[in-house]
Structure formats: structure tokens, C-alpha cells
T-cell receptor
Framework: RKEVEQDPGPFNVPEGATVAFNCTYSNSASQSFFWYRQDCRKEPKLLMSVYSSGNEDGRFTAQLNRASQYISLLIRDSKLSDSATYLCVVILVTSGTYKYIFGTGTRLKVLA | GAGVSQSPSNKVTEKGKDVELRCDPISGHTALYWYRQRLGQGLEFLIYFQGNSAPDKSGLPSDRFSAERTGESVSTLTIQRTQQEDSAVYLC????????????FGEGSRLTVL
């Protein structure tokens, strides 16, 4: 079983739609959680951190459910510029080392 | 610029040759990571440095792969006797510490093995 699993998509949505992505992780030693964004043929960039209390940044809301080992990202009022691959990332801490594990990503296409 | 710099940006080599990929992290960043991304695939963890030490080498696919970091700065990823399955983009990232959560990536080195 992969350590971080995501639905690869693609999710094709019209402009203005609300879309949600999910991610599950298998290792309960996972300590910190993030969403990164990767544009086509570009490097990944941090989108936002994910907390149990939930956090919001403009149109983006992230949520963590530790009991279910599940992370979500909600995008409201989708823009064309939101088209990208969204990567779920966990930091696995073992014996004092910090390993960033990336999911394979969920592709989003926002259509005009 | 002040970002993570990788070289070469593109490398085409023949099967069996050795290649070296270089990463210059952001100055002062103590943690450095190497990932591999095959076409259409996710990021595959290779190795992580804290300072000049590599506490986690678990992702290196075979003994043909090695990496080092010197001066808590530049890192080199070496692939010996390259194979066609080594073709991928090799991404380097640095972070101020191991646990800040924000990795700053370079643009990657695209390796093609013929």
C-alpha cells in the first residue's frame, strides 16, 4: 500500500465550481501535512499547511482528520489559473529523521 | 537569484555512462532533498541531507546511485552506469530546517538515457 494515496483525476470542472480533493496516508507516525501545487513541467510549490482545526486561505480550505488518516483540500469559485496538479504531502518522522512523502497528485482542469 | 539552482537543466547520455547532477540550495538552508519524477508520475524520494549527513538514504534505487553534500551547501547526485529506466527529472529541494514544511524546489535536471 502506498504511504500517501490520491485519486489521480483528472477533475474537469467549469469556472466558478467548487471542487474537493482527498488524500489518505497509511503511517500513523506522519506528523505534518501539506498541499503543494505543481504546474505542468514545473517544480512543486507549497500551497498551504493542513491542521486538524482546518485552515483557510482565500478560496482554499484544507482539513486534516487524524483519526481517519485523511486530508482534504477544497477550492471554491475555481479559476482557470487553478488548473494544475495538487500534491498531498506528509512528513514522516522516524528516529529523528524527517522524510517528506509526496502523493502522486490529483490533476485539476478548470474549463472556461 | 536566491532560489535553488540545479545543473545541468538537461542531460542526454548513453546507456552505461556516469552522470553527475548538481544542486545549489538556498543559502542557510540546512536540509536538502533529492527526488525523482518520471514522466506523468509522482515524486519519488531518493535521499535527504541534514547538514552534510544523510540520515535517510532509503530511497536510493540501487547502488548505482550515490549522493554527497559538502560545506552544508552544494550537493551532487551521481548515477553510475546509467540505464534507460533512470530517465526522469531529478528535483532537488532545500528547507531552512527539516520540519518547517516548506520545501523550495529547483527547476530540476531532466535526464534522458538513450
Amino acid at each position: 500500500r502506498k504511504e500517501v494515496e490520491q485519486d489521480p483525476g483528472p477533475f474537469n470542472v467549469p469556472e466558478g465550481a467548487t471542487v474537493a480533493f482527498n488524500c489518505t496516508y497509511s503511517n500513523s507516525a506522519s506528523q505534518s501535512f501539506f498541499w503543494y501545487r505543481q504546474d505542468c513541467r514545473k517544480e512543486p510549490k507549497l500551497l498551504m499547511s493542513v491542521y486538524s482545526s482546518g485552515n483557510e486561505d482565500g478560496r482554499f480550505t484544507a482539513q486534516l482528520n487524524r483519526a481517519s488518516q485523511y486530508i482534504s483540500l477544497l477550492i471554491r469559485d475555481s479559476k482557470l489559473s487553478d488548473s494544475a496538479t495538487y500534491l498531498c504531502v506528509v512528513i514522516l518522522v522516524t528516529s529523528g529523521t524527517y522524510k517528506y512523502i509526496f502523493g502522486t497528485g490529483t490533476r485539476l482542469k478548470v474549463l472556461a | 537569484g536566491a532560489g535553488v539552482s540545479q545543473s545541468p537543466s538537461n542531460k542526454v547520455t548513453e546507456k552505461g555512462k556516469d552522470v553527475e547532477l548538481r544542486c545549489d540550495p538556498i543559502s542557510g538552508h540546512t536540509a536538502l532533498y533529492w527526488y525523482r519524477q518520471r514522466l506523468g508520475q509522482g515524486l519519488e524520494f531518493l535521499i535527504y541531507f541534514q547538514g552534510n549527513s544523510a540520515p535517510d538514504k532509503s530511497g536510493l534505487p540501487s547502488d548505482r546511485f550515490s549522493a554527497e553534500r559538502t560545506g552544508e551547501s552544494v550537493s551532487t547526485l551521481t548515477i553510475q552506469r546509467t540505464q534507460q529506466e533512470d530517465s526522469a527529472v531529478y528535483l532537488c529541494a532545500s528547507s531552512r530546517t527539516s520540519y518547517t514544511g516548506e520545501l523550495f524546489f529547483g527547476e530540476g535536471s531532466r535526464l534522458t538515457v538513450l
